[in-house]
């Protein structure tokens, strides 16, 4: 059977069980890279340490999860500080012809993840942590990326703003430009 779990190369792809080493402990082969591994402290370790991380950016405290966790303060702040410096890099696939959905996710009134998803393929193709409003040059610079990696605007759906809709118009002035009916 299958299941969600780090595999060698520091991703979630499906494992299963691939019978004991010679002293007895249990192995997986990962079925994305076929690789055979077993399941060490270290790796789990980082998948146990994942909710705090979540908990964080959803806005608890280190102190509130130290708590919750019954951990010191310092072990929560460096897995923290773990998953900060090893962030999931965009990864796209081409599409000649791609209807994109772009919107922002503030956390708080100075942070913004900008979030380009693929309706067609249904993946995020490319993602941008922001310090500014959803500004128009940074928009353009990621939709230059986009088509450099083989991803065409047929249209795009977005939440109105006026730097997604200038960035858009800047690049593809001929495609339709929805705003989104749930802004």
């Known amino acids: 059977m299958s299941k969600k779990k780090p595999c060698p190369n520091n991703s979630f792809h499906p494992v299963i069980s691939w019978g004991r080493n010679k002293s007895g402990t249990r192995r ?3 079925l994305i890279c076929k690789k055979t591994f077993t399941w060490n402290q270290g790796v789990n370790r980082s998948f146990n340490r994942f909710p705090w991380f979540e908990k964080w950016l959803k806005g608890a405290s280190i102190d509130l999860l130290a708590q919750i966790s019954k951990r010191d303060r310092n072990t929560i702040r460096s897995a923290i500080h773990w998953y900060l410096k090893h962030s999931p890099k965009p990864n796209p696939t081409p599409n000649s012809a791609c209807n994109l959905v772009l919107d922002a996710t503030w956390f708080g009134r100075k942070n913004c993840l900008i979030v380009y998803w693929d309706t067609d393929l249904k993946k995020a193709q490319w993602w941008r942590y922001s310090q500014r409003k959803e500004a128009a040059w940074e928009i353009v610079e990621d939709l230059e990326n986009l088509k450099e990696k083989g991803i065409i605007l047929s249209s795009a759906t977005t939440d ?11 690049l593809y002035p001929n495609i339709p430009h929805q705003r989104c009916l749930v802004h």
């Open 160 to 170: 109105g703003s006026r730097g997604i809709k200038t960035a858009i118009d800047c």
């Open 28 to 30: 997986f082969r990962c």
